[in-house]
């Protein structure tokens, strides 16, 4: 069913800076001021900063959320810093978060409105979750 509010959480987590690091991304259909749930998914994704944790799981949603074709996608990250570099209040400074940052925003433009905010944490526990258990089931090195 394409149309109506999707709800995307997205959270990286790295053990280390870089370290081992897995992703998660819960995406919802807002029904009735519910969330129903149309797909998560936890992922580990080899060593690397919580930065492009961050911005790794962030793309991963974009790209589900887009097969949906929403009228409005709320994009909700527990990293402040990314939530401010996709509003442009604050400058992408590291030359290996540019490719990632402009890959986020070439999505983010495909959506026919778009919010994004950041959430505590304990509003974020699916996707956050979803990271953890990635990176707690990862094969260790």
């Known amino acids: ?13 790295a053990r280390g800076n870089p370290g081992p690091a897995g992703i998660g991304m819960a995406l919802y259909r807002l029904e ?19 930065n492009v944790a961050e911005y790794r799981a962030l793309l991963l949603g974009l790209e589900e959320a887009a097969r949906h074709e929403p009228d409005m996608l709320i994009v909700c990250a527990d990293s402040q810093l990314l939530v401010r570099q996709l509003q442009g209040s604050y400058r992408v400074k590291a030359k290996h978060l540019q490719p990632l940052h402009g890959a986020a925003m070439a999505l983010l433009g495909t959506f026919r409105k778009v919010r994004l905010q950041h959430v505590p ?21």
């Open 121 to 141: 944490r304990e509003e974020n526990l699916a996707a956050d979750a979803l990271a953890n258990a990635a990176l707690d089931a990862a094969p260790k090195k």
């Open 1 to 13: 069913m394409a149309g109506g509010t999707l709800v995307l959480f997205t959270d990286g987590a």
């Open 32 to 50: 009735g001021g519910r969330h129903v749930e149309i797909s998560a998914h936890g992922e580990a994704i080899g060593s690397t900063t919580n």
